[in-house]
Structures are given as C-alpha cells and as structure tokens.
C-alpha cells in the first residue's frame, strides 16, 4: 500500500482522470461504490502491537476530529475549512448539509486546484513532459528487478496507456496510478464525482467562481521533486500490494468516516517497515507533499479569508497535525473550531 495510500489521501484526482483509459462507461456504474477490506481493521487481529502503535500515535494528532472547521477573527465574516477526499466513493462524495449551507452563503470557494478537466490536466501533463518521464537514457526498469516491472507494464497498460512507455515514466506517475484502483477509474469514466468537484458543483449552482489554493503543474513540480531514490523505495513496496488497490480505498473511506485520518502515517510507516523499507524513504515525501504544501496552501487561503465568507476544500491530510491548516491559520490569529 506505501506511497500509494498517502497519495490517495492529498492527491489530485490526476490519476482517476487523465488515466481513465478505454473503460465502458455504465450509468449504473455512477452509483455504485468500489468493495475493499479495512486493512486497518485487518491490522488490529493480524498485527495487534503494531495496530496499537499505529491507533496510539494517531489519537496524538491533532485536529482529526472533524472534516469541517468554522474559521474566526474579530471583524471578519467567518469562514470555513473542509477535509476532502479524492475518490468517488458515494459515502464520502455526498456533500454534508452544513457544507451545502456554508457554501450558500459565500462570497468565495477555493480548491486545491481550480480547473480539474480533463482538458486542463492533459495539458499540464504535456508542458511537464520532463517531470513524468526520464531523459538521457535513464529508465525506470533498469532500478527495479523483473517482476516488479512486469507489475508496472500492467499497471499502466490498466490506466490506458501503451506498456511500453513504462520504460521511461518516473516513479512518482507509477505510484499515482497505484493510488487509484480499476473500480475508481470505472467509476470516474462513468461519470461519478469526487468530493471536490461536488463542492465545485454547489459553488457553480450558487454562481460563485471557483479558485484555485495551487495549480496543477505546482502539484505535477512537487511530485518529481521527491529524490528518486526515495520514489523507488515507495514504489517498490506498493508495488508488493498492487493487487489490493480496492483494499486500499476502503481503508481510506473508513478513516475518514471514522475521524481517525491521523491513523494514516503511522499505518503507511508501518506496513513499509513491514516489507523492509526505513521511515527515511519517506522523507522527502512527507516535506514536499505535506508540510511544504501547507505552507503554500496557507498563504494562498489567508487573503480570501480575510475577505470574510470563505469557503476552502482540500485533502483531508492537510488539515491534522501540528503543522496542518487548522493549525497553521490558528498561528496567524484564527480561532478554527472543529463544526462536523
């Protein structure tokens, strides 16, 4: 599961988009939701010391209990902060009434990133060729052994892609495409909608413009950024679980409907070290794609509350810990109290 798990959690829908591939699209598909095992639950009757380090450092995390925050200062409209989700899953995607509310009475809506079409992703895709695929005759399959390329060539030919460009596509692109099962792909391909775009819809109902925290390319930069050793270690174990992608999704859901998002680093460290692989591998990871991004994300959402009546979505991940949004905006003065 590794890097697969997390990128699930704070990733753009890229992955179940762009990577759709040639996939019947049902009507009745829409409705449906993908079928996995909780593999934290797993965890607690297979390995239950390690699930009860993995519980006992996730209720150390802060500010998991709530997907929806109220944001306050004296002489500004509040505004509000929600956890999302990436996935199309219909007990995730239905927009709470409280955010249906808030949203209604907002000046202004901001995600992530603004533009998700398919259109626009293909196009940030193609102005980052250099950041998806290896030049200069470097080649993923020479740093990974035979069978584990054999899972790649699957893999990407399951997104849609020719197998032979597996070859030279970076890991980070393999372990996104890992973040998104067969089920979520069909799903997305048939019109169903992640949680983020359902925010986006409400706004567009209420003729507000939507905004973006990033960009795409922003989001495609920190990818590659991560050292390459490390998105090999990451990719070498999810590639050990590439069979238990819908496994993967349902241990997501469950996190979240739980409230027990803190759960997800310490479970993802510790089926890595499970499979060999140190915390280190993470590293990179973890500041690039988290705390950096926070960061980012911070001084992106600040202006708009500041103008009052704020509405912000992003992934679930970028809200808890002590270096997440809820308590970044509490160091520049905001009250932000946990609503739902």
Same mark, same amino acid.
């Given at each position: 599961?590794?890097?697969?798990? $997390?990128?699930?959690?704070? $990733?753009?829908?890229?992955?179940?988009?762009?990577?759709?591939?040639?996939?019947?699209?049902?009507?009745?598909?829409?409705?449906?939701?993908?079928?996995?095992?909780? *593999?934290?639950? =797993?965890?607690?009757?297979?390995?239950?010391? /390690?699930?009860?380090?993995? *519980?006992?450092?996730?209720?150390?995390?802060?500010?998991?209990?709530?997907?929806?925050? #109220? +944001?306050?200062?004296? @002489?500004?409209?509040?505004?509000?902060?929600?956890?999302?989700?990436?996935?199309?899953?219909?007990?995730?995607?239905?927009?709470?009434?409280?955010?249906?509310?808030? +949203?209604?009475?907002?000046?202004?809506?901001?995600?992530?990133?603004?533009?998700?079409?398919?259109?626009? /992703?293909?196009?940030?895709?193609?102005?980052? &060729? !250099?950041? /998806?695929?290896?030049?200069?005759?470097?080649?993923?399959?020479?740093?990974?052994?035979?069978? =584990?390329? &054999?899972?790649? =060539?699957?893999?990407?030919?399951?997104?849609?892609?020719?197998? #032979? /460009?597996?070859?030279?596509?970076?890991?980070?692109? +393999?372990?996104? $495409?890992?973040?998104?099962?067969?089920?979520?792909?069909?799903?997305?391909?048939?019109?169903? #909608?992640?949680?983020?775009?359902?925010?986006?819809?409400?706004? &567009?109902?209420?003729?507000?413009?939507?905004? @973006?925290? !990033?960009?795409? !390319?922003?989001?495609?930069?920190?990818?590659?950024?991560?050292?390459?050793?490390?998105?090999?270690?990451?990719?070498?174990?999810?590639?050990?679980?590439?069979?238990?992608?819908?496994?993967?999704?349902?241990?997501?859901?469950?996190?979240?409907?739980?409230?027990?998002? @803190?759960?997800?680093?310490?479970?993802?460290?510790?089926?890595?070290?499970?499979?060999?692989?140190?915390?280190?591998?993470?590293?990179?990871?973890?500041?690039?794609? $988290?705390?950096?991004?926070?960061?980012?994300?911070?001084?992106?959402?600040?202006?708009?509350? !500041?103008?009052?009546?704020?509405?912000?979505?992003?992934?679930?991940?970028?809200?808890?810990?002590?270096?997440?949004?809820?308590?970044?905006?509490?160091?520049? @003065?905001?009250?932000?109290?946990?609503?739902?």
């Amino acid at each position: 599961m590794t890097s697969r798990f $997390l990128l699930g959690l704070f $990733l753009c829908t890229c992955a179940a988009m762009f990577f759709s591939g040639p996939l019947p699209a049902r009507a009745d598909d829409a409705a449906r939701r993908c079928h996995g095992t909780d *593999m934290l639950a =797993e965890m607690q009757s297979t390995a239950p010391d /390690v699930y009860k380090k993995v *519980m006992d450092e996730s209720r150390l995390t802060a500010n998991t209990e709530a997907i929806l925050w #109220k +944001i306050e200062k004296p @002489g500004i409209a509040p505004s509000y902060l929600m956890a999302t989700m990436h996935i199309s899953d219909p007990r995730i995607s239905r927009l709470p009434a409280q955010a249906k509310e808030a +949203i209604a009475h907002s000046k202004s809506v901001a995600l992530e990133v603004a533009d998700l079409s398919d259109k626009a /992703v293909a196009a940030a895709m193609a102005k980052s &060729q !250099e950041l /998806v695929a290896y030049g200069g005759g470097k080649t993923l399959k020479t740093q990974l052994s035979a069978e =584990e390329f &054999q899972k790649v =060539e699957h893999v990407v030919a399951q997104a849609g892609m020719p197998a #032979k /460009v597996a070859e030279v596509l970076r890991p980070w692109l +393999i372990s996104m $495409l890992l973040a998104t099962s067969d089920c979520e792909r069909k799903q997305v391909a048939a019109g169903a #909608k992640v949680l983020d775009l359902k925010v986006a819809a409400e706004a &567009q109902k209420d003729g507000l413009r939507i905004t @973006g925290l !990033e960009t795409i !390319e922003k989001q495609l930069k920190a990818l590659a950024s991560i050292p390459d050793d490390q998105q090999i270690a990451m990719l070498k174990v999810g590639l050990k679980y590439a069979d238990r992608s819908d496994d993967m999704m349902e241990t997501l859901v469950q996190m979240y409907l739980k409230r027990e998002i @803190g759960a997800a680093m310490p479970f993802q460290l510790a089926l890595a070290a499970a499979a060999g692989v140190p915390a280190s591998a993470f590293d990179g990871f973890k500041k690039t794609l $988290l705390l950096d991004r926070n960061a980012g994300m911070r001084d992106a959402a600040v202006p708009l509350i !500041e103008k009052g009546n704020a509405f912000i979505a992003v992934g679930a991940l970028h809200l808890v810990g002590s270096a997440g949004l809820v308590a970044l905006l509490r160091e520049r @003065g905001y009250t932000v109290t946990a609503v739902e």
